[in-house]
């Protein structure tokens, strides 16, 4: 390989060597840069600075919801926080560490259920709308839906939890036996509601990037619609369908103010959706919202949840790049 | 090539000596006449006064054609000319541009291709399409080949083993036979189209309509596929749109000329001019047009 690469680089390269010299050696044509370009730099320097920032301000959070953490669990250990089953964290003396219980457990667990509810009715739900605005949908009709869809997504999420508490929560009564007004089912299923757009409208623009090559494809080989779209489009859009889910899961375990109307405050380990129980994102506006005096344990103690919450996050955002790199279907 | 307007008589001996690599299968000093029999084909597909529309636009008018069993017809034409349009009618694609209406009688067998009653799921297994550029499906070579019949419930007593005649058929299986599995986009482009027809006669068409299926490839790709037609063409009718005309003179056996002529107000309408005997399109056209199209002078 290399004898013949510089056997090529000699034979058809520059000509140094033997010939003449070229006749313009000693030109004085100046080909550098002819005037100063100063609005050019100043553009780059603000995007570089607009880059850099958004970097700095997300290390900013992670570093200051740190300190306190680390202060929090200079005081609690760390399996009691994580597996402990009580959490009476706003109870007693404000500035008394030892006369409450951390485990997170409850808050971890009503998260979870609310999310597992939102799920099931934002994923069907979402991934329906996809596939017919994508699918079968017609031009004229995608372009009048999908802008309304896309205005649910807008809409405040207090609303939403106005609308759980006030009307899902009645309508709800009546088919299900509630022992308070809080339940975990009717904040679950609203914030669904409000997680359908976003699966719907990411998922809608996966597989409408999906060629038109590859619909035809399946259609000349006598599939009809719904194969194309199961077997075809569905799949080659696969990675971007689980990105849809997986941001909705995220806004799911985050959402704050449906569940702190709606699903109430009592931290209680329970796994019944008839029970209301406090998430984490309901203690963390709970106790932000009313008095945690600075330097008190239930202070520390937000930063440790709101670490925790960050850290789910972070986990299901990176398990979905490697599920969306083990299942995709590169076109 | 640098004669603009080749001698007529000395086109196909000019595109055997320069442009194929390959053994050409039909000679061409007779220009292709032994090749058809005498007569009338056996016909598969009659279209009579079709008309095209897209919404408003008059795409293609007035086409009468007959497509005999078991040969390569080429429909050859400047772009625009609606030759594609024609093709696409054939197995009902059409059905899937929004605005486009197809008028006239396109006949499969004799029987209404747009009638009442016809499925055209059904319609499409028989008459299968190999498409301008190579697409396979994000799968397996494997799915590729068994998406057809998996999808139509075609039943089937084994189907690797029609994986693998469908794969056989395509002139595909030795490149294949060990990687199986493996995804279809780590074939190259010449071996993805092979696929593709593969694909097509996994499902035991009749018909196979080609869109350009080489202008994507490279010459000795598209040499691959031109052998693989002629191969293909003693089991299933063939119909290729092709802008190679050299290609339409090597492996047709009938070819049809398409032009557009614009109306009073514009518009171009897509028309046949000439459909005939690849020899005698190629070396003795009935039609100015044609001749000067085949020679280079317009188009």
Not at chain 2, 222 to 239: F, G, H
């Amino acid at each position: 390989m290399t004898t013949s690469r510089s056997t090529a680089e000699t034979a058809g390269g520059r000509s140094s060597g033997s010939g003449r010299p070229p006749a313009w050696r000693g030109s004085t044509i100046d080909l550098g840069q002819q005037h100063p370009r100063y609005g050019e730099r100043v553009i780059k320097v603000i995007l570089v600075g607009a880059a850099w920032l958004s970097v700095a301000v997300t290390i900013g959070i992670v570093v200051s919801l740190l300190a306190p953490t680390v202060t929090f669990f200079t005081h609690v250990g760390l399996g009691a926080f994580l597996f402990g089953t009580e959490w009476t964290g706003g109870f007693g003396n404000k500035f008394v560490w030892d006369d409450k219980s951390w485990g997170v457990l409850p808050l971890v667990v009503a998260t979870a259920i609310v999310t597992v509810i939102a799920l099931a009715v934002a994923v069907p739900l979402g991934l329906g709308a996809a596939i017919y605005l994508s699918e079968y949908a017609s031009e004229r009709v995608r372009k009048v839906l999908k802008p309304v869809l896309e205005v649910l997504a807008g809409i405040p999420t207090v609303v939403y939890g106005f609308l759980a508490l006030t009307i899902f929560t009645p309508i709800l009564a009546n088919l299900v036996q509630f022992n308070t007004i809080h339940n975990m089912l009717s904040p679950g299923i609203v914030m669904g509601f409000m997680i359908v757009p976003t699966v719907a409208s990411l998922g809608e623009d996966a597989m409408s990037a999906v060629p038109l090559a590859l619909r035809q494809g399946s259609y000349a080989l006598g599939a009809n619609r719904m194969k194309t779209t199961l077997r075809v489009v569905f799949p080659a859009a696969l990675s971007g369908i689980v990105a849809a889910i997986v941001l909705g899961i995220s806004r799911a375990v985050g959402e704050t103010m449906i569940v702190t109307i709606a699903a109430g405050s009592r931290a209680q380990l329970t796994f019944d959706p008839r029970e209301g129980a406090q998430t984490m994102t309901g203690f963390i506006a709970q106790i932000a919202s009313g008095d945690a005096p600075q330097g008190s344990p239930v202070y520390y103690s937000l930063f440790a949840v709101g670490a925790l919450l960050f850290a789910v996050t972070l986990l299901i955002n990176l398990a979905s790049i490697r599920l969306v790199r083990k299942y995709r279907q590169v076109y | 090539m640098t004669n603009v307007e080749p001698d007529l008589a000395t086109v196909p001996e000019t595109v055997g000596a320069a442009g194929a690599p390959h053994q050409i299968h039909v000679e061409l000093g007779d220009r292709g006449n032994h090749r058809v029999p005498a007569g009338e084909p056996d016909g598969v597909i009659e279209l009579a006064n079709l008309e095209v529309f897209y919404d408003k636009f008059l795409a293609v008018s007035g086409v009468d054609m007959l497509f005999g069993s078991k040969e390569i017809t080429a429909l050859i034409g400047p772009s625009g000319c609606g030759k594609s349009t024609v093709l696409r009618c054939l197995n009902r694609m059409n059905d899937l541009v929004p605005g486009a209406h197809v008028f006239g009688d396109v006949r499969f067998h004799g029987v209404d291709m747009y009638g009442p009653g016809v499925d055209v799921i059904e319609v499409r297994r028989r008459i299968g399409m190999v498409f301008q550029k190579p697409n396979p499906f994000p799968k397996s070579i494997y799915d590729n080949v068994a998406y057809g019949p998996r999808v139509t419930g075609m039943k089937t007593d084994n189907m690797d083993d029609v994986v693998e005649q469908a794969l056989h058929g395509a002139a595909l299986w030795d490149e294949v036979k060990d990687k199986l599995k493996q995804s279809a986009f780590g074939l190259s482009g010449g071996q993805q189209q092979r696929l593709c027809i593969a694909r097509t006669i996994a499902t035991s068409p009749e018909v196979i309509l080609m869109d350009e299926p080489c202008s994507a490839l490279d010459p000795i790709a598209t040499a691959k596929i031109e052998d693989l037609m002629v191969d293909l063409a003693k089991t299933y009718t063939i119909i290729i749109v092709t802008h190679n005309m050299q290609q339409a003179a090597r492996v047709s056996h009938r070819t049809a000329f398409f032009t557009a002529a614009a109306d009073e107000h514009g518009q171009r309408t897509g028309r046949l001019v000439e459909f005939d005997n690849t020899g005698k399109i190629f070396g003795n056209p009935a039609d100015q047009r044609t001749e000067a199209y085949i020679t280079g002078r317009f188009g």
